[in-house]
């Protein structure tokens, strides 16, 4: 007799409610993903009308098409790589080092760090204060006001800080300390091998982040050729149209321009999302991991 059958009636109900549950949540996160898809190759006017809900209509690639020859989109899937790289390679390295040192019980003062990284969680100084302190520090309309001012998540901290407390034992720290190994190397050489489940975390938790950034771009650049990925998404998706200077921008009068976006429209977010699928598979096994541990422990 299989598990099932020896279920009470109770139990069986139970368990029924649940899969159905799941199954409504399932289709709720998956069809409008299949709905994207599946309207990036079908004729925009049928996707328009509302023809497009279950199969594709009229199958067309010319949309995607119109993607590989757009030079602005390219432009900026290159800058989204570089910000993306260079911010998830900072961000990991100032939150690893940080967090450490706030794990550590020899660490003066560490409860007072703590409480101004937890404040930062819930008052911040707005965006015209922190626009011009970027702008005083000379790093308007350049790289690096993509990637330093959210180099750092306090939320990121705290997780890799109570992922460090129940990872790494006092008794480990004192034992190296005794056979003459320094806080840099004990560090380097047997907390950071110890801790990649929580790196891999806080790199997928940055990258993702940075990838789908679009808002400091908008604020803080001017030259469209520094532009990130998603501003020029937001351009053809929100604003309607396509982006200024484009090879698309002269064709036809508005109606034939605005066909042309709407062939472009859900081919843009199937390109642009899938380097972030495609990162996660590697990083899911110690995605789960990293979390559970760093969120035991407050």
């Known amino acids: 007799m299989n598990s099932f059958a020896r279920q009470s009636r109770f139990d069986r109900i139970f368990d029924l409610a649940n899969y159905t549950l799941m199954a409504i949540i399932m289709l709720a996160v998956l069809y409008p993903l299949y709905l ?10 049928s996707v328009n009308t509302g023809s497009v ?11 995607y098409k119109r993607i590989f ?14 910000y993306t790289a260079l911010g998830s390679t ?6 690893i080092t940080g967090a450490y040192a706030l794990s550590r019980s020899d ?18 100084g707005g965006l015209i204060p922190t626009y011009l302190l970027v702008k005083d520090l000379g790093m308007t309309n350049t790289i690096w006001s993509q990637i330093i001012p959210n180099a750092v998540s306090a939320f990121n901290v705290i997780i890799a800080r109570t992922f460090f407390q129940m990872t790494i034992p006092k008794e480990l720290q004192e034992a190296s300390e005794m056979d003459g190994c320094s806080t840099t ?80 429209k859900y081919g843009v977010i199937i390109v642009s999302s899938l380097p972030v699928l495609a990162l996660y598979p590697f990083l899911q096994r110690y995605f789960v991991s990293g979390v559970m541990i760093g969120s035991l422990k407050g």
């Open 36 to 45: 994207v898809v599946i309207s990036s190759i079908s004729d925009p006017d």
């Open 69 to 82: 020859m757009e030079e602005q989109i390219w432009i900026g899937y290159r800058n989204t790589f570089v």
């Open 185 to 264: 190397r004990f560090f380097l050489k047997i907390v950071l091998p110890l801790s990649m489940p929580i790196v891999a975390v806080l790199a997928l938790f940055s990258a993702v982040s940075i990838w789908n950034s679009y808002f400091p771009g908008l604020i803080y650049l001017r030259d469209r050729n520094l532009y990130p990925l998603q501003l020029v998404i937001r351009e053809i998706l929100i604003v309607n149209e396509a982006p200024a200077d484009s090879s698309l921008a002269g064709q036809g009068d508005d109606s034939g321009m605005q066909r042309v976006v709407d062939i472009m």
């Open 107 to 124: 660490l003066i003062g560490r409860n007072g760090f703590m409480f101004i990284i937890v404040f930062t969680m819930f008052f911040g």
């Open 90 to 95: 900072l961000s990991v390295l100032v939150t």
């Open 53 to 63: 809900w279950l199969f594709p209509q009229g199958i067309t690639l010319e949309g």
